[in-house]
C-alpha cells in the first residue's frame, strides 16, 4: 500500500513563497491523480489544486495564478508551488494520491498526514 510523505510548509509573510512536497512510498503499482487539499481551522478541507496522469491540472478559483503543483512520476512526487501568500492561505495541507496496487486492481486514495503553513500579514 502506498504511503505519503509531505515536507515544507512553515511560515511566511504575505506576499511570500512557500513549497509543499509529497513523496509516494511503499509497494504499489502506478499512481494516478495526485492533489492538495487545506483545512483551516473551524473550516471544511478543500481541494486546492489536482494533477491527473496526464499532467492535466486544475485549481481551486482562490489559488489561481498564485500557486503551481507538479508532479515528477520517476519519484513519485507531488509539489506544490505556492506564491503571493494571503494570511487566508493559512491552514494544514494534505497531499491525496490514487494509487492501485497491482495493475488489475481498482485506484485507493490515500491522504498524507499534513503539513501546517502559517501566513503572517
Known amino acids: 500500500q502506498v504511503q505519503l510523505v509531505e515536507s515544507g510548509g512553515g511560515l511566511a509573510q504575505a506576499g511570500g513563497s512557500l513549497t509543499v512536497s509529497c513523496k509516494a512510498t511503499?509497494?504499489?503499482?502506478?499512481?494516478?491523480?495526485m492533489s492538495w487539499y487545506r483545512q483551516a481551522p473551524g473550516k471544511q478541507r478543500e481541494l486546492v489544486a489536482e494533477i491527473t496522469g496526464d499532467n492535466t491540472r486544475n485549481y481551486a478559483e482562490s489559488v489561481k495564478d498564485r500557486f503551481t503543483i507538479s508532479r515528477d512520476n520517476a519519484e513519485n512526487t507531488v509539489t506544490l508551488a505556492m506564491n503571493s501568500l494571503k494570511p487566508e492561505d493559512t491552514a494544514v495541507y494534505y497531499c491525496?494520491?490514487?494509487?492501485?496496487?497491482?495493475?488489475?486492481?481498482?485506484?485507493?486514495?490515500?491522504w498524507g498526514q499534513g503539513t501546517q503553513v502559517t501566513v503572517s500579514s
Open positions: 491525496r494520491a490514487e494509487a492501485r496496487q497491482y495493475y488489475y486492481s481498482p485506484y485507493y486514495s490515500r
Open positions: 511503499g509497494r504499489f503499482y502506478s499512481i494516478n491523480a
